[in-house]
């Protein structure tokens, strides 16, 4: 999955201004923690010019920071460390700079 975003959905966000909460929702679908990142950052694209009490702004903020946890702390891979192993630093929020 790359970044690219629907033709129409930017041409309304960059001409008309006439992003909606479907257009954010749409966005957010079945989101995965393999692809949470690149969704917060094609919300973050979308709802970037809007006033800040916007409805699509307040869904696509709320969304975004749903994306960052579920980029950052939603899948769990491997067995852990077997005995006599070092486990592995994880990524974390707070190593991400991210912390609440």
Do not use: C, W, Y
């Not at 999955?1 to 930017?10: G, I, V, W, Y």
């Not at 009490?53 to 960052?68: C, N, Y």
């Amino acid at each position: 999955m790359s970044e690219a975003e629907d033709p129409n959905r930017l041409m309304r966000a960059q001409h008309v201004r006439e992003v909606t909460v479907e257009d954010v929702r749409q966005l957010m679908g079945a989101s995965t923690p393999h692809f949470a990142l690149q969704l917060r950052n094609r919300i973050a694209k979308l709802i970037a010019d809007l006033p800040p009490d916007h409805a699509a702004r307040v869904e696509g903020e709320r969304e975004i920071v749903r994306l960052q946890r579920l980029g950052l702390v939603g899948e769990t891979r491997g067995e852990g460390p077997h005995d006599g192993e070092q486990p592995l630093p994880s990524l974390s929020l707070e190593a991400a700079g991210e912390a609440d």
